[in-house]
């Protein structure tokens, strides 16, 4: 009888990697870029900050080449995501609407150019301090995750 090969048995990172996120903030911020969302993402958010979704995007968000993205503002750590909260709870920068933020987010580290090498992985790991904490997280959560990175 035949037997599947396992697809992540040659992967680099087949015994799983470290990661443990530590409220840093360093991964909503930085140069200026994309946090992507969906319609039914968008309704959540704005169901949180009590806005329609509507009302929503014209506070919130903006539209792009490739859909609609979350706004962001510069400040002296670069181009903060718009909930971004670095006041609340000082040392700390958290997301005000962390439970139903963008899949995108959910899923960083686990994003298929951020796993595509070790080098790759090294480089991200310059920027965020979570990289290589805690404790190991198998290949099967992270090809999970990997694979619920929006396209």
Not at 81 to 110: M, N, S
């Amino acid at each position: 009888m035949a037997t599947m090969a396992d697809p992540n048995a040659n992967k680099w990172y087949a015994k799983g990697l470290r990661f443990e996120c530590t409220g840093c903030g360093d991964c909503c911020t930085g140069p200026p870029g994309y946090v992507h969302f969906n319609d039914d993402e968008a309704q959540a958010m704005a169901k949180v900050v009590g806005l329609t979704v509507d009302k929503f995007r014209k506070a919130y968000a903006r539209k792009t080449e490739f859909g609609w993205s979350l706004r962001e503002h510069k400040n002296a750590h670069g181009f903060d995501c718009v909930f971004l909260d670095r006041i609340t709870e000082p040392g700390k920068a958290l997301c005000k609407v962390y439970e139903h933020r963008p899949v995108q987010c959910q899923t960083f580290p686990w994003w298929p150019e951020i796993l595509s090498s070790e080098k790759a992985w090294k480089a991200t790991a310059r920027e965020c301090e979570g990289i290589g904490r805690g404790d190991f997280v198998p290949i099967e959560h992270i090809s999970i995750e990997r694979d619920r990175t929006p396209k």
